[in-house]
């Protein structure tokens, strides 16, 4: 079963500033997940990617699938990027219907 | 199109009664998935329907059960309530295939267990 960890758990930083969070997983598999949680518990799916880069915005997601490594930037960090982002991938290296196993998250909070 | 919603919004239940959470899927997805996300932690998958039978099972007791309706709404029961039940309930609709399709999650059920 694929186990998936995140870094920083925690991460203050001021308006502007460059953020990066990493999510690492031990089963090889075809996509990756980054979701965003905002208090009050609602997630939005920000990226699905399989290889390479995604941007959507201000924020950019890169994955290394040999590394099994991905990581999310938010540039020129705002303070309603404040939330709890979330890395998750298929379970099992077959995908399917094993559902998803989801990083701890991230609680990112950008102070003004 | 519409986006996945999910009914009620929050609940509180006493230990030993049963829930019913409902979800309806994004226009379009025959493929829901149903997770549990306790306090600080991250979601843990319960279980997926496909064409309304269930096609795969997370680490969760049978008093937790579902079914998908022909319209692919969802529903989740839990029978016999603990209080380790109290969570937010998120479910997830998509096209199958997790690796390929993108999830679209509802808002989700918050379920108080007293």
């Known amino acids: 079963k694929n186990e998936v960890e995140q870094s920083p758990q925690n991460l203050t930083a001021q308006e502007g500033e460059f953020i990066t969070i990493n999510c690492s997983y031990s089963?090889?598999?075809?996509?990756l997940h980054w979701l965003q949680q905002h208090p009050g518990g609602g997630i939005v799916s920000l990226f699905m990617?399989?290889?390479g880069k995604k941007k959507h915005g201000r924020l950019i997601a890169t994955i290394n699938i040999q590394e099994k490594h991905s990581s999310l930037h938010i540039t020129a960090s705002h303070p309603r990027d404040s939330a709890v982002y979330i890395c998750?991938?298929?379970?099992?290296?077959?995908?399917?219907?094993?559902?998803?196993?989801f990083g701890k998250g991230t609680h990112l909070i950008i102070q003004p | 199109e519409t986006g996945v919603t999910q009914s009620p919004t929050h609940l509180i239940k006493t230990r030993g009664q049963q829930v019913t959470l409902r979800c309806s899927s994004q226009?379009?997805?025959?493929?829901v998935s149903w997770y549990q996300q306790a306090l600080g932690q991250g979601p843990q998958f319960i279980f997926q329907?496909?064409?309304?039978?269930?096609?795969g099972r997370g680490n969760f007791p049978p008093r937790f059960s579902g079914l998908q309706f022909p319209n692919y709404s969802s529903e989740l029961n839990v029978n016999a309530l603990e209080l380790d039940d109290s969570a937010l309930y998120l479910c997830?609709?998509?096209?199958?295939?997790?690796?390929?399709?993108?999830?679209?999650f509802g808002p989700g059920t918050r379920l108080t267990v007293t």
């Open positions: 997830a609709s998509s096209l199958p295939g997790l690796s390929s399709y993108e999830q679209y």
């Open positions: 089963v090889g598999i075809s996509a």
């Open positions: 990617l399989s290889s």
């Open positions: 329907y496909y064409r309304e039978e269930e096609n």
């Open positions: 226009s379009g997805h025959n493929t």
């Open positions: 998750a991938v298929p379970s099992y290296s077959g995908g399917g219907a094993d559902g998803l196993t």
